[in-house]
């Protein structure tokens, strides 16, 4: 298994409360992302990095922002938490080196229930 | 932009028969296209890729799909459902280029009824 950790793996806060979810990897691959997993609509993807402090949005990134200071560690950062962030979030990693492109691996997940 | 529609939200089957898991895709380019596999309360883990090799791919636990580009389809099937199949299914298209953003089905989760 690829050697990926999210932590907390399960979180409960109050709507209004900052939330930070950290990813660590210890691949050195240079692609990380920051999904949420909701019923009915699969993985969707909120932010990715492509690089140290090179980060972009994706496609529900409202609400949300990341830092990445190292190459082994993305952090997913709710501002303001709302119940409508209740999800799990999974972050996985990709590499463009020895490894077949596009192929992610995935942590264990965070459970969030924003309450 | 790339898309992924998997046609069936939930598959029921008994043990012991085929298992089909439909998918079609839309894309610009040639793409890569992958099946992951998700066990309750798991994270996902890759069964198969087509990377424009060889049309038919074969994956872990029997597991096989075929890339037919005239159809946009990239179907996944096993001869022989067994119980441990029991999981949420997610076709996933990648275009080349870009970032290596990826694009997920919304799943099918497949029941198999002993």
């Known amino acids: 298994d690829a050697g990926i950790t999210q932590s907390p793996r399960h979180k409960v806060t109050e709507t209004g409360t900052p939330v930070t979810l950290r990813c660590h990897q210890t691949?050195?691959?240079?692609?990380m992302y920051w999904y949420r997993q909701d019923p009915g609509h699969g993985l969707r993807l909120i932010h990715y990095?492509?690089?140290?402090?090179?980060?972009d949005k994706g496609e529900v990134s409202d609400g949300y922002s990341v830092s990445r200071s190292k190459t082994e560690d993305f952090l997913l950062t709710l501002e303001s938490a709302t119940s409508s962030q209740t999800s799990v979030y999974f972050c996985?990693?990709?590499?463009?080196?020895?490894?077949?492109?596009?192929?992610?691996?995935f942590g264990p997940g965070t459970r969030l229930t924003v309450t | 932009a790339q898309s992924v529609t998997q046609l069936d939200s939930h598959v029921s089957v008994s043990e012991g028969t085929p298992v089909l898991l439909r998918c079609n895709y839309s894309?610009?380019?040639?793409?890569?296209l992958f099946w992951y596999v998700q066990h309750p309360n798991k994270g996902l883990q890759l069964l198969l890729k087509?990377?424009?090799?060889?049309?038919l791919v074969k994956g872990i636990n029997g597991f096989e799909a075929e890339f037919k580009k005239s159809e946009t389809s990239f179907h996944l099937t096993k001869p022989s459902a067994h119980m441990s199949d029991a999981a949420e299914y997610f076709c996933?298209?990648?275009?080349?280029?870009?970032?290596?953003?990826?694009?997920f089905g919304t799943g099918t989760k497949l029941q198999v009824i002993p």
């Open positions: 894309s610009s380019y040639s793409p890569s």
């Open positions: 087509y990377t424009s090799a060889a049309t």
């Open positions: 996933v298209v990648s275009d080349p280029g870009g970032y290596q953003k990826v694009t």
């Open positions: 996985a990693i990709s590499d463009d080196g020895t490894g077949s492109p596009y192929e992610q691996y």
């Open positions: 691949e050195n691959h240079r692609y």
């Open positions: 990095s492509y690089g140290v402090k090179d980060t």
